[in-house]
């Protein structure tokens, strides 16, 4: 379907809430360690502020660079627990979210936006709470011309995003989960944190016994 210049696609499996209340408990660090360090987005886009954290399922928006026509109209697609992609090509020159659309997307369900692209409103959208991670910032503002694609696999950060894949961001960065793969992610990264506390545990006692 094309609404104007702005092509839609159909409706797709959303992954279970209790599934990611489980993947919001682990951190994207050990998330990659339990995915073999792969399906991890480039360090270049992180959060725009400190203790931005989000997980959700993927609702994929491609723009042209600078533009963000396809990013309003995808404001009627969200669903509670998405979170918005938005491959902009990684473009510098214009902002394609501010924080009026910031706030929109969280009026409608989303737990937040991951942009390869860039940013505006920085200070507003951090009092607001609404985690976005993007390339960067500049003042200027988007065009709202088109053409784009909504619920389309897109390219974030050399990672490809299918409509429907888990997607978890912090202060270390943004990782993508295959829904196929998120029972096993869930397994590994759990024993990973497990073994972790086992060493943290250790180390501690070592501490211990050497102040004595």
């Not at 994207?28 to 203790?51: E, F, K, M, S």
């Not at 533009?67 to 394609?96: C, Q, S, T």
């Not at 009026?100 to 409103?121: K, S």
Request: charged letters at 20%; zero cysteines.
């Amino acid at each position: 379907m094309t609404q104007d210049n702005v092509r839609v696609t159909g409706a797709w499996e959303r992954a279970d809430g209790q599934v990611l209340d489980r993947f919001r408990r682990h951190s994207v660090a050990n998330l990659g360690d339990a995915l073999d360090r792969l399906n991890i987005v480039d360090g270049g886009i992180a959060p725009i502020w400190h203790g931005a954290k989000a997980v959700g399922t993927a609702l994929p928006i491609m723009t042209v660079a600078g533009d963000n026509k396809a990013v309003i109209a995808a404001l009627e697609h969200i669903r509670p627990g998405d979170i918005v992609v938005i491959n902009a090509f990684g473009y510098d020159g214009r902002a394609v979210i501010g924080d009026n659309l910031a706030q929109r997307f969280a009026a409608y369900g989303a737990v937040g936006a991951v942009v390869d692209g860039y940013v505006r409103d920085a200070a507003i959208i951090a009092e607001l709470g609404v985690p976005v991670f993007a390339r960067g910032l500049t003042p200027a503002g988007p065009f709202k011309n088109g053409p784009g694609a909504i619920g389309e696999p897109v390219a974030i950060g050399g990672v490809v995003v299918n409509p429907g894949d888990i997607v978890a961001a912090d202060g270390d960065g943004v990782i993508v989960i295959p829904p196929h793969r998120a029972q096993e992610a869930l397994t590994s990264v759990e024993e990973i944190v497990a073994r972790e506390a086992a060493l943290d545990a250790e180390a501690e006692a070592l501490r211990n016994a050497a102040a004595r």
